[in-house]
T-cell receptor, first 111, second 111 residues
């Protein structure tokens, strides 16, 4: 079985500051990991994914994530955030057919 | 390339009624997955359809049912609506077990 824990339900940061959103996973099969972003009243947009290969994955909008097998983590980072990054962020692990999501982290950017 | 579309955007029903939600998959995709996202929660897997057959189901009762059509579009049907069915329903399409791309969702309110 797979599970995902997002360690922070809310993360407030100032504009242009760096941010890290934390995600830990559990999986008994091959690990495919994803980060999705959800803007208010919208669906989910894929930010980035790890399937295999390099453990540092770059995505859209300047985000990147690092897969750490020994710590079973897949933390999302951005060196400098913008007001437009205000959204809910979901980490997910791929199961047999389904994605298993964490509870989400609300990123709030303060000017 | 056309993305995933869902209809309607919003709808309001009363307890005991039945509802049908629709999803058109992204061009080239043959698999559709449905998720329920309650307020403040991560999406929960309902079921997946691959080439018109159900290909996995989450922990949802039988009153949640679906269809996939030859053009790979899909419907989610919910019978005997309950208040707890109020949620955002997300459809995602993929090519087999590949990366899932989400539509904008249908917001269902049950009164």
């Amino acid at each position: 079985a797979q599970s995902v824990t997002q360690l922070d339900s809310q993360v407030p940061v100032f504009e242009e500051a760096p941010v890290e959103l934390r995600c830990n996973y559990s999986s008994s099969v091959s690990v495919y990991l994803f980060w999705y972003v959800q803007y208010p009243n919208q669906g989910l947009q894929l930010l980035l994914k790890y399937l295999s290969g390099s453990t540092l994955v770059k995505g859209i909008n300047g985000f990147e994530a690092e897969f750490n097998k020994s710590q079973t983590s897949f933390h999302l980072r951005k060196p400098s955030v913008h007001i437009s990054d205000t959204a809910e962020y979901f980490c997910a692990v791929q199961g047999a057919q389904k994605l298993v999501f964490g509870q989400g982290t609300r990123l709030t950017i303060n000017p | 390339e056309t993305g995933v579309t869902q209809s309607p955007t919003h709808l309001i029903k009363t307890r005991g009624q039945q509802v049908t939600l629709r999803c058109s998959s992204q061009s080239g995709h043959n698999t559709v997955s449905w998720y329920q996202q309650a307020l403040g929660q991560g999406p929960q897997f309902i079921f997946q359809y691959y080439r018109e057959e159900e290909n996995g189901r989450g922990n949802f009762p039988p009153r949640f049912s679906g269809l996939q059509f030859p053009n790979y579009s899909s419907e989610l049907n919910v019978n005997a609506l309950e208040l707890d069915d109020s949620a955002l329903y997300l459809c995602a399409s993929s090519l087999g077990i590949g990366t899932q791309y989400f539509g904008p969702g249908t917001r269902l309110t049950v009164l």
